[in-house]
């Protein structure tokens, strides 16, 4: 079994930047990719950002390009996801999920996901 443990989480300004870790434990991280989703207030838990196992494969939602940065470090277990010039809209709890699966066209489906951790609150406020 693999138990992932999100961290990073907290209240953010409108602007400003929070880095979540991914923390895996019990097997290797190398052997799944990573994804990050969120779930709004009240809304679907939808696909952030992808990691393939290797780190040679990144995807991300269009409201996350050019602000997120996804990274992992495999030697360490953990995987990361940098949040910069957050909004609103990016509050939410945010998931890390694992997948055994190299299938990044379909990344962003929830449903393919073996692991889950159990979520870090964004909160982007004033």
């Known amino acids: 079994q693999l138990r992932l443990v999100e961290s990073g989480g907290g209240l953010v300004q409108p602007g400003g930047s929070l880095r979540l870790s991914c923390e895996a434990s019990?097997?290797?991280?190398?052997?799944?990719?990573i994804g990050w989703f969120r779930q709004g207030p009240g809304k679907e838990r939808t696909g952030v950002s992808y990691?393939?196992?290797?780190?040679?494969?990144?995807k991300f939602s269009e409201s996350g390009k050019g602000r997120f940065t996804i990274s992992r470090d495999n030697a360490k277990n953990t995987a990361y996801l940098q949040m910069n010039n957050l909004g609103a809209e990016d509050t939410g709890i945010y998931y890390c999920?694992?997948?055994?699966?190299?299938?990044?066209?379909?990344?962003?489906?929830?449903?393919?996901?073996?692991?889950w951790g159990q979520g870090t609150q964004v909160t982007v406020s004033s």
């Open positions: 999920a694992a997948d055994p699966i190299y299938r990044p066209t379909i990344w962003y489906r929830s449903d393919l996901y073996k692991y």
């Open positions: 019990g097997l290797r991280l190398d052997d799944f990719a």
């Open positions: 990691i393939s196992s290797g780190g040679g494969v990144i």
